[in-house]
Structure formats: C-alpha cells, structure tokens
Antibody, heavy 123, light 105 residues
C-alpha cells in the first residue's frame, strides 16, 4: 500500500526557515517524480514544486522560486521541502504527492497524496 | 492556464445526476484531472486524462470534455459524495480550479 507521511510543520515567524519531510513507503520511491502541493486555510490547491525521480531536475512555482528548495534522499525514501524567508502567504497545509508513470513516462497529475502538514507563518 | 469551475456550490438530492464544469483559459488538450476532497482529508484522484477512471473509484463518476471545456458527472449522487471537487490541468503549467462544493439537499 502506498503511504506518504509528512512531518516538520509548525508555527514559524516571518523571515525564518522550516524544513518539511515526507516518508514514502509501499512503492519504489526512486522510480517516481515527487511534488509538494499546498492549500491555504479554506482555499484551493496550489502546486509548489516537483523533483525528478533522481533529483537531477527541480521545478517551482514563481512565488517560491529562490526561497524554497525541494530535494530527496532515495536511500531513505524521503522527500524534503526546505522553506526559507517564509511569508504569511506561505501559511498552508502542505501535501506530499506522487506523479505517476505510464510505460515509464512521468504523468504530471498526482495519484497519491499524504495526509498533509500545517505550516503557519506568523509573528 | 487559469481554470474556472462552476458552480461554486451545488446542492442536489441523493440519486440525482450531477454535472460539474471546468473551463480553461486556453486549450488543455485533455490533460485534465478531477480530485475529490472531503472535509479534513487529502485530495483523492478520481479521473485523469479527461475520462480515465482511477483504480478503485466507483463507476458512477465519469469525465468528459475537450479543448477548453470539461465536465465531471456523478450519475447517481450518494451521501458519501459530499465533498469539494477540484479540476486540475497539466497541459501548460500545473494549476487547479477553485473548486465546486457539493452538498446533499
């Protein structure tokens, strides 16, 4: 059974940093591109970042470029999101999600999601 | 690509056929998915590539559309279908619609 379990959320002051983790199990982690998606309170969903299966390529939404870093450790089956220079508008539940493959090609929707972790940026 | 979902709130009776709409600001080329999010839960994939049903999803859910206009249909609404439904495009960038909240009348 595919499982994605996020951790590392909490309350942080504006301008500070936080690092999220996502522990994956039930599938061969190193075969899949992975992503972070966020949802501000009572709001819609917003893709944040994607990393390729081997970590060689990363992609970010414009509002987090230069502040957030997505990375992975395939030996530990773990995905990370380093968030620096946090702003109040980064307050959201952050979900770890998997991009599926089809005959070895990555599909850019998300087939499995973690339960989410809350990040609150406030003084 | 911007996605506009309508209506934002839909109230229907158990057993009704329900149709949710998603319109793109540009051609989506069928790279559209639908997600169901129940209160306090993570989103769940229902439909991908416009009309492919994800494994384990009941057959009362179906998707259709082309170009800029897409639809999610629930053929016979069940109480457990109460949720917010988001469309999502992956043709040009990765963007979600603002959601349709579905309630039981």
């Amino acid at each position: 059974e595919v499982q994605l379990v996020e951790s590392g959320g909490g309350l942080v002051q504006p301008g500070r940093s936080l690092k999220l983790s996502c522990a994956a199990s039930g599938f061969t982690f190193s075969d899949y591109n992975m992503a972070w998606v966020r949802q501000a309170p009572k709001k819609g969903l917003e893709w944040v970042a994607t990393i390729s299966y081997d970590g060689s390529s990363t992609y970010y939404r414009d509002s987090v470029k230069g502040r957030f870093t997505i990375s992975r450790d395939n030996a530990k089956s773990t995905l990370y999101l380093q968030m620096d220079s946090l702003r109040s508008e980064d307050t959201a539940t952050y979900y770890c999600a998997r991009h599926p493959t089809y005959y070895g090609y990555t599909q850019y929707y998300f087939d499995y999601w973690g339960q989410g972790v809350m990040v609150t940026v406030s003084s | 690509i911007q996605l506009t979902q309508s209506p934002s709130l839909l109230s229907a009776s158990v057993g009704d056929r329900v149709t949710l709409s998603c319109k793109g600001s540009q051609n989506i080329n069928n790279y559209l998915a639908w997600y169901q999010q129940k209160l306090g839960e993570a989103p769940k994939l229902l439909i991908y590539n416009t009309n492919s049903l994800q494994t384990g999803i009941p057959s009362r859910f179906s998707g259709s559309g082309s170009g800029t206009d897409y639809t999610l249909t629930i053929s016979s609404l069940q109480p457990e279908d109460v949720a917010t439904y988001f469309c999502y495009q992956y043709n040009n960038g990765l963007t979600f619609g603002s959601g349709t909240k579905l309630e039981i009348k």
